[in-house]
């Protein structure tokens, strides 16, 4: 059983730049894939950005389209964390942001892939 706790969002004006957090408990934190997708209002949750199991490919990234270029995921084994840099930040990137951990490697996008999820932070973005 993997517990997952989001923080960093807040509200910030477009073109500024927030990092999410996202701390988890056990101790083979390394051994999962991790993943960040956001759900804005009356939307599907969709992917945002996924990095591999260290323990497997050494940490393999993977973007959606719509933030390629402007987030980074990263993670720190140490610490069991995992990180959303997001930068140049758009009204359109609002929504929830979640933390998702799934067991064994892979970059999987699709929501169904993976086994744990956190409850959530708020990124809002004013023009």
């Known amino acids: 059983q993997v517990q997952l706790v989001e923080s960093g969002g807040g509200l910030v004006q477009a073109g500024g730049s927030l990092r999410l957090s996202c701390a988890a408990s056990g101790r083979t934190f390394s051994s999962y894939t991790m993943g960040w997708f956001r759900q804005a209002p009356g939307k599907e949750r969709e992917f945002v950005a996924t990095i591999n199991a260290i323990r497997w490919v050494g940490g393999s990234t993977s973007y959606a389209d719509s933030v390629k270029g402007r987030f980074t995921i990263s993670r720190d084994n140490a610490k069991n964390t995992v990180y959303l840099q997001m930068n140049s930040l758009k009204p359109e990137d609002t929504a929830v942001y979640y933390c998702?951990?799934?067991?064994?490697?892979?970059?999987?996008?699709?929501?169904?892939?993976?086994?744990?999820w956190g409850q959530g932070t708020q990124v809002t973005v004013s023009s």
């Open positions: 998702a951990a799934r067991r064994g490697p892979g970059t999987p996008r699709t929501r169904y892939d993976y086994d744990y």
